[in-house]
């Protein structure tokens, strides 16, 4: 069955970096955008990034441009999140979306 689950969240400090992995199984993921999501407590879920399905067109929301990164490696059936110069405002729950399919989400924590 079609499966997309998300690794790589955790606690930083502010101005710190992590990359996040949505890995995707049962269908063909090279077909397909992925898209990553965040949602915050209280408030409602927000796109954040996309990438197309050969990697070559990325697009961002823009209160994360320019921070962070969305790549794909096709061989692996797996996106990358880079987050870098990370604020207490990207606190959120981070979920990958694909196929109309979405992950259980990671948790992303950013305080002092």
């Known amino acids: 069955q079609v499966q997309l689950v998300e690794s790589g969240g955790g606690l930083v400090q502010p101005g710190g970096s992590l990359r996040l992995s949505c890995a995707a199984s049962?269908?063909?993921?090279?077909?397909?955008?992925i898209r990553w999501y965040r949602q915050a407590p209280g408030k409602e879920r927000e796109w954040v990034a996309l990438?197309?399905?050969?990697?070559?067109?990325?697009n961002y929301a823009d209160s994360v441009k320019g921070r962070f990164t969305v790549s794909r490696d096709n061989e692996k059936n797996t996106v990358y999140l880079q987050m870098n110069s990370l604020k207490p405002e990207d606190t959120a729950v981070y979920y990958c979306?694909?196929?109309?399919?979405w992950g259980q989400g990671t948790q992303v924590t950013v305080s002092s």
């Open positions: 049962g269908f063909m993921f090279s077909n397909y955008d």
């Open positions: 979306e694909g196929h109309d399919y």
């Open positions: 990438i197309g399905s050969s990697g070559r067109y990325t």
